[in-house]
């Protein structure tokens, strides 16, 4: 978090004209709602909605040493990428913590796309810049000649929205015109777009199909308005961040800074299938390794209350039979569900799906089981 | 936003209509529109005391808990059930179905500590 006034993305002045209501999020000024979390929830999932994520964060890694030096950055392998393809990945500490989560895209041969969380942008860059150059100490492996890989910051360059939701097939072709294909999932294109070029992956944060789209900030605008007015016919809304996050939970996505964190690791929260362990060096493989071995104290568990009640909210006290057995990382109402919802670390004894277990609200207990993910499922 | 003439209003968005020797509370338009979509009502206890500018209800938003606070020392002697069941009265009618308690006054003079109607539309504007 920054200390200096919030920093305003290039669709701000659109946010403000469309009514949004805006917030300090990660350092940025950003829209939480337009019109009501609930409607805009509910226009992801039957029709499609827009989102401003131009805060999130792209480094470029490129140079005949970045794949190599990347898979001992990050924890996924990315040889497993062709180019024009992307992944889900960690940037670990070296206890294994989570220090961010991330896309990884192979935009090139030897030219990758970090998309990154917006309030650990900065965090994310000096790490990788500290690890590119032989720091003393490093284990030889991890050393990285600066010759070889170049990483830079392009986060202010860039501005991107995704776009989701089930109407997305044909507003992508609306947009970008018969003729382009949509991207298979998680991959990456480039297509022409009213004379400029822009970035789409098929990719998203919600659990319905849908892409992001990155461009260049000064183009913002332009593409931001075109998706809004070709998207009227399949009964678009510009959505805020309050549907992002009820959107992504109830799909159990995490977000980073509450239910990960330096603190914690990918086994603990449940996204080991996103760690190589067969990968002879990363960065905190030797921590996970452990964790492996002796099993995660703690695991991050998702749940469902059992009666309509108070929704479930960060912080709030998990028990089990009247012990204390963890705490909540995010809770919400689900709007799809109507029911409340939420994510927690509970040690790893209980955390066993179809456990009982009780979350402590303003004092009083109100219980609630440990469900498989996703907590919402398509019907 | 609606802000009614004959309501008097605190800091924290609550209004308060005066009925003989009880208010009736609930939380104004501007308050109901900046929390949008409310999805649960914590109502208060019957009969319990409570003294000025204290929390006794909540009001969850599906982003936030927000406290509802006693515009004047009372007891509380009725509260709305019906937000129970459809607490989004609250967004539909904050100044009619959506009040949600009704306080028996100790002191009717405390009243005067609360804003009228224009003091509350320059505090929100």
Not at chain 1, 170 to 182: S, T, W
Not at chain 1, 303 to 311: D, L, S, T, Y
Request: hydrophobic residues 40%.
């Amino acid at each position: 978090m920054t200390e200096n006034a919030p920093k305003k993305t290039p669709l701000y002045e659109e946010h403000v004209r469309l009514g949004a209501k805006m917030v300090p999020f990660a350092g940025w000024l950003m829209p939480v709602q337009y019109t009501s979390i609930v409607e805009e929830n509910q226009t992801v999932r039957n029709k499609v909605g827009i989102f401003d994520i131009s805060h999130m964060g792209q480094l470029i890694v490129e140079g005949s040493g970045a794949r190599e030096w990347l898979n001992v950055m990050l924890t996924n392998n990315i040889d497993k990428l062709d180019v024009g393809h992307g992944q889900y990945t960690f940037l670990l500490n070296e206890r294994g913590g989570i220090i961010d989560d991330l896309i990884a895209y192979r935009i090139g041969e030897q030219r990758f796309l970090l998309v990154v969380n917006a309030a650990r942008t900065d965090e994310d860059f000096v790490w990788l810049k500290k690890w590119r150059r032989p720091a003393a100490g490093a284990p030889e492996n991890y050393r990285q000649d600066a010759d070889t890989t170049a990483i830079v910051n392009r986060s202010a360059d860039f501005g991107g929205v995704a776009i989701q939701g089930p109407g997305i097939a044909e507003l992508f072709h609306a947009l970008f015109g018969k003729d382009v294909d949509l991207p298979p999932r998680n991959a990456i294109i480039d297509p022409p777009f009213d004379g400029t070029k822009v970035s789409v992956a098929r990719t998203g944060y919600t659990g319905e199909d849908g892409i992001e789209v990155f461009f260049r900030a000064s183009d913002a605008v332009k593409f931001w308005n075109a998706a809004l007015e070709k998207g009227k016919a399949f009964g678009i809304k510009p959505c805020g961040l309050g549907a992002r996050d009820t959107l992504r939970l109830e799909m159990c996505y995490p977000l980073n800074g509450s239910d990960l964190s330096p603190e914690r690791n990918p086994i603990e929260a449940g996204l080991g299938v996103f760690v190589d362990l067969t990968k002879p060096h990363f960065i905190g493989r030797d921590a996970l390794l452990k964790t492996k071995e002796n099993g995660p104290p703690e695991k991050l568990v998702q749940f469902r209350m059992k009666e309509k009640g108070p929704p479930p909210r960060p912080h709030y006290a998990v028990f089990q039979n009247g012990e204390r057995v963890g705490e909540v990382t995010s809770g919400t109402l689900s709007p799809s569900l109507n029911w409340g919802i939420g994510m927690a670390y509970v040690s790893a004894a209980h955390a066993k799906i179809g456990a009982q277990i009780d979350i402590e609200i303003r004092g009083r207990t109100f219980p609630a089981t440990i469900e498989k993910k996703p907590l919402y499922k398509k019907s | 936003m609606n802000v009614p003439d004959d309501l008097l209003y605190t800091e924290t968005h609550e209004w308060a209509r005066r009925e003989g020797d009880k208010v009736r509370v609930g939380i104004t338009d501007h308050a109901q529109s900046e929390l949008t979509d409310v999805v649960y009502v914590e109502l208060p206890k019957m009969d319990r005391q409570a003294n000025a500018k204290e929390a006794i209800a909540v009001v969850e938003s599906v982003k936030a808990a927000s406290d509802i606070y006693a515009p004047v020392r009372g007891t509380v002697i009725e509260v709305n059930r019906a937000l129970e069941a459809d607490p989004g009265l609250i967004n539909r009618e904050p100044y009619g179905q959506g009040w949600i308690f009704v306080l028996k006054i100790d002191n009717a003079d405390d009243l005067k500590q609360l804003k009228d109607a224009e003091a509350y539309r320059k505090q929100i504007s």
